[in-house]
Structure formats: C-alpha cells, structure tokens
C-alpha cells in the first residue's frame, strides 16, 4: 500500500485516488482481470499505469488511437516514466529503437495498435518478456452493438490465449449493457472483476436548441466562450468547410478537419489545437478521439449525432479537467429525417436494426421535455436519484401552452396543399407568405393561407416540428420530406381531442455563471494565472509537447489559490511529481515569488 501511495504522489503528483481507481489497481497488482466502465476524465489511464510501475515487467497498452498513444506516452515520460508507442507513425529507425528497448527491458509501459500486436511475429516475440499486465484501451471496438465497432479489434479475444497467467483489463467510457456483455464474451473476460462507475459527469453543461438559423445560433453561443477551446461537430465535410469559413469571417481562431484533406493540414490542425494555438476546431467526429486535451471547454453538435454512445464520447471531450463545460446540440427533424432515411439504405438487416434503436435514442434524447442527462445516463443504464440541475430543462423549464387550434391550422393546412408540400412551404402558407412557390401553385388562393399570422416563422416551425415528434405528421423522406397525415390526426382535425406543447425555445436563456478558468479567482489572482499560462506556454513550446503535459488548468487554479514558493508546498499541488518539481518547479515559483511580492 505504502508504494502504490508513494508511487501515485511522486510520480503521477496526486494526492488521492479518484472513485474505484485504488480497487481497480489492487485487483490488478494481485494478478487478477478487470472489466472498468469509466467515463471519459474518470481518471481510467491511471488504473493501468500505475499497476504498470509496481508490477514485474513491462505494460502492453492497446488502443486504435495513435493521438492518444502520443499523448500518453508525451505525458508519462513527462512524470519521469520510460514509455514507448509503437505504431505505423514511427520510421523504420525509430521502431527499431524501440524494439532494442523492448528487448532490453527497459520499458515501463509499450503502447501498441491491435493489428500490430495480434501479428504472430509480435506476439511471438513478447511471449518470451515478462509483461506485467495487458490494457485494452477503447473496449467497446470489439463488439458489434459498440458505435466504433472494428473487426481487427475482435481478434483481441486470442490475447488471453496468448497470455493465459498475465492480468488483463478492458477499458471504456461508453457502453450500453449490450455491448458490456459483448466485451466480456470476445475478451474472454467472464471471470473479471467488473467496476461501473457513475457514467455521470456534472461538471458538463447540457443544452439542446431547435435548429432555426443554426449559423447564427452558434454565434450567439460562442460569443459567451471569451476565447476558450471547444469543438464543433458537423456530419459532412462541405458542412465543416462551410462553418468553419463563417466562423473565420467573424475573426474566430478556426480551422477545418475532416479525412478529405491532406493528413499534413489535418496533423498542422490537430498539432495546433492540442497547443492552444488555434481555439475552435469544425471537423467531422473522427477528430478528438485519443486527443488528451483537458481544457476544452466547450463541444458544439451542428448536427444530429447517429447514437447517443457517440454523443455522450464527444461531449464528453469536453472538461476532462473537471472545470465547468458546456455542450450544445442543435436538433432539427430534417436532420433526424435524413438520418432515418440514411441508416434504412443498409444491406445487412441486424445493424440496421441495431442502428434504428441507437437512432431512435438520439432523437428521443433531443425531443425530450425532462432533465437530458437523466435520459442520457438512463439509457446508458444509470438511474439518476433526481433531476441534475445543470441542463437546458432544469435551469429553464419548457412553458406549454394549449396548442389545440395551432395543431388544427397546421393540419389543416398539410391537408390542404395535399399532403404534397415540406415543412417551409406549409408555414409559408400559414403566414400569408408571396412566394414563387405559392404563386405557382395558387395557393394563396386556399382557406388556410394567412390564418397563421399570430404566430412567427420560426414558432410555427417549432409547432410542425413538435407535432412530427408528436406522431400526428410525418416527412416522407423517399418523396422529398413532404409531410403527411397520420391516423392520429383526424382526432385533432374533427375536435374529438386536445393538445398541449411546448412553447419553441430558439434562444439559449443565458445562465450567469463563472467563467470555466475564473472559478473562485479574485482578478489580482486572474492576472496570476495568465502569467503561470503564459509561462506553461512558453515551456511547451521549448519542449515540443502541449501545454497540458507540463500543466494542465486545474494545476495552476490552485497555485493561483494557495501561492506556493518552496518545494514542500509545491509538490501538495495535484499534477505535481518529484520529476516535475525537479524540472519546473523553480520557474514557476520564481513566478508565483515575484507576484506574491508585488502585490
């Protein structure tokens, strides 16, 4: 106990252990497999890491992701810890450099992507080390109901043939209890101890808006971010090029990332985010996973997320470091329309049953008029005790209203234009609107045209919407997203029945909060903080490493907060180990010296 303890305060510079870390690595320290379900910022590196240093041998880390491989390796080697990836990313030279230290015994900790260790010559030739224990890092790639499934993952269920006596463990942050199950039965990990965590991360902010005017809407948000790191996700690549340039116009620090540019731009991109060079990122979803990166303080949704897996890993990129973050959706029916009619174009009939289930839960999540994150833990398998108190429902409860006659106009209406017309063209009509569209097709001459001028655009958008979500309407996606009449109108048409929605909420109420790296700071110790941001700046830069493996946010709020100038205080702050006390200390106190004297 006492060199577990020693070993987390010296090296990895924490004071405590966070939930279930310490059960995990004594399990695994004795020999034993685990199964770790952990969200993203749960501390789950560590629970493999630090067995790595108090077993015999070295670590096998396996993970598809070879940002995160660098980034881990860039931080354990930081804290002093002799770690290695090996990886296509590496020079015939540098693997080879590599492999005389894995043969030499010189490593801590290898990190490895599954197709490079499941070769027979690989395999072969750790077979004959002493391998301390065996990671598989982004579990849920095994198994065909995970939202990332890989089949050169499900050929890790051999590793524990390979290496009967060796301590294995399965990470991730995101699986439902399907893919739980799958994980265990590939991994042949049926005598694992298991660890669930809380999938629940509070600290996160969430809020979903009706799409209307969806550029603007982003705007608006980002204009409260006062320069701070976030990711914007968008579905295409013409999507992401179109809200990264607007957002370039309005003299935002952003670029694009999606697999159609040259993997030197995408690596320039990546390079620059993980810096704090470049503030927002609009990519597609492949970008951010395995990115370390604690300080994003914010990730956007520009469109529908296929899977609440997916959604619940990408927000979850944001606030690793446990400050406040916001993540934001925007949900449009188009957007939920196209994608059922996306997933319905696949050829094998089990995942695309699999994928309308997931579908479905994404768009219930975005429809729902109770508090997001009890539908979200919910559906990851979690009972949340009460409402969260830190989502759009919560902070500012939905307003309904008797929406009878609206229900009515709008029906009338779709029923009118024969059932032939999209959302707009309908709303058109209701709003007196002079169109080419309506000229055509005389329909200013209809009963329904102008009778909806009480409401605006947007609202009676938001009012077609809801009775979509509602079941009386639906898009017909094969021809062209008209909408049609369902069953369930005809009550409302004949007046045999009511309804209340909820009034169209198209702005964010803003919420007075702290801002994310300003929380409990005074503005004399504000000014401190920016010269330790500075200083950790300047350090990376000289270092060729990120910001946050010299420091991360969380680091230098409490230097900022308990002011430490001697080694014995220095080393009380979290992220703060022997070597780094060794390597940074004396800079950064000389700094935090210097502010304490002036002031």
């Known amino acids: 106990m006492n060199k577990i303890n020693d070993t987390l305060q010296q090296v990895f510079g924490l004071q405590e252990f966070r939930p279930y870390q310490q059960e995990i690595i004594d399990c695994l320290i004795s020999g034993g497999d685990a199964f770790v379900l952990m969200p993203t910022g749960g501390g789950k590196s560590l629970c493999y890491q630090l067995p790595a240093l108090c077993r015999e041998g070295m670590a096998i880390v396996v993970t598809p992701l070879i940002s995160l491989m660098k980034d881990q390796v860039d931080a354990l080697q930081a804290n002093g810890v002799s770690a290695e990836l090996f990886n296509s990313s590496l020079s015939a030279a540098e693997a080879s450099a590599v492999l005389s230290k894995v043969h030499a015994g010189a490593l801590d900790l290898l990190y490895v992507a599954p197709e490079r260790i499941m070769s027979p010559g690989f395999i072969h030739s750790l077979q004959s080390l002493p391998i301390a224990l065996i990671a598989i890092d982004e579990a849920h790639c095994v198994s065909q109901w995970g939202h990332n499934f890989r089949p050169d993952y499900a050929g890790l269920g051999q590793l524990r043939e390979h290496f009967p006596e060796v301590p294995l463990i399965a990470l991730t942050a995101t699986a439902d209890p399907h893919t739980r199950e799958d994980i265990v039965q590939v991994l042949g990990l049926q005598n694992a101890e298991r660890f669930i965590t809380s999938f629940d991360r509070p600290n996160i902010r969430y809020t979903v808006l009706e799409k209307h005017r969806p550029q603007n809407q982003l705007l608006q948000f980002l204009k409260r971010q006062a320069d701070a790191s976030g990711i914007v996700y968008a579905l295409s690549r013409k999507r992401v090029e179109e809200v990264a340039c607007a957002l370039e116009v309005e003299g935002f620090s952003v670029a694009a990332y999606h697999a159609g540019l040259p993997a030197e731009q995408r690596k320039q991109v990546q390079e620059g985010f993980i810096r704090d060079e470049l503030a927002i990122v609009v990519a597609t979803v492949a970008f951010g996973m395995g990115i370390d990166k604690p300080n994003v303080r914010f990730v956007v949704h520009y469109d529908l997320p296929r899977h609440l897996e997916g959604y619940y890993q990408e927000t979850g990129r944001a606030g690793r470091d446990g400050l406040t973050a916001e993540a934001l959706l925007l949900f449009g029916t188009a957007d939920a329309a196209t994608a059922r009619f996306q997933v319905g174009q696949g050829n094998n009939e089990n995942q695309k049953r699999i994928e309308i289930h997931k579908l479905n839960a994404m768009i219930g999540f975005s429809e729902s008029l109770t508090c997001r994150r009890r539908v979200l833990l919910g559906y990851l398998g979690e009972n949340l005790a009460s409402d969260c108190g830190n989502c759009d429902i919560c902070l500012n409860p939905p307003e309904k209203f008797d929406a009878t006659e609206a229900a009515r106009k709008v029906l009338s209406c779709v029923y009118r234009v024969g059932q032939s017309f999209g959302i707009k063209h309908v709303v058109d009509v209701l709003r007196g609107a002079d169109t080419e569209s309506l000229r055509k097709f005389n329909h200013q001459q209809l009963s329904t045209y102008g009778i909806g001028m009480e409401h605006s655009h947007a609202e009676w958008m938001s009012i077609v919407r809801q009775l979509i979500h509602r079941g009386f309407l639906y898009q017909d996606i094969a021809v062209y997203s008209v909408?049609?009449?369902?069953?369930?109108?005809?009550?409302?048409?004949?007046?045999?029945?009511?309804?209340?929605?909820?009034?169209?909420?198209?702005?964010?109420?803003?919420?007075?909060?702290?801002?994310?790296?300003?929380?409990?700071?005074?503005?004399?110790?504000?000014?401190?903080?920016?010269?330790?941001?500075?200083?950790?700046?300047?350090?990376?830069?000289?270092?060729?490493?990120?910001?946050?493996?010299?420091?991360?946010?969380?680091?230098?709020?409490?230097?900022?907060?308990?002011?430490?100038?001697?080694?014995?205080?220095?080393?009380?702050?979290?992220?703060?180990?022997?070597?780094?006390?060794?390597?940074?200390?004396?800079?950064?106190?000389?700094?935090?010296?210097?502010?304490?004297?002036?002031?």
Do not use: H
Not at 522 to 548: C, H, I, M, N
């Open 483 to 599: 909408l049609k009449l369902t069953p369930d109108a005809r009550g409302l048409l004949r007046n045999e029945s009511s309804i209340e929605l909820a009034k169209p909420r198209l702005k964010e109420k803003l919420v007075k909060k702290p801002p994310p790296a300003a929380i409990d700071l005074s503005a004399d110790d504000l000014e401190l903080f920016g010269a330790l941001r500075d200083l950790r700046k300047k350090l990376a830069s000289t270092q060729g490493v990120p910001p946050y493996v010299i420091f991360g946010d969380a680091s230098l709020l409490q230097m900022c907060r308990d002011k430490p100038v001697n080694s014995a205080d220095f080393l009380l702050i979290n992220g703060v180990g022997v070597i780094k006390l060794e390597r940074l200390g004396e800079a950064f106190m000389e700094v935090i010296e210097q502010w304490v004297e002036y002031q």
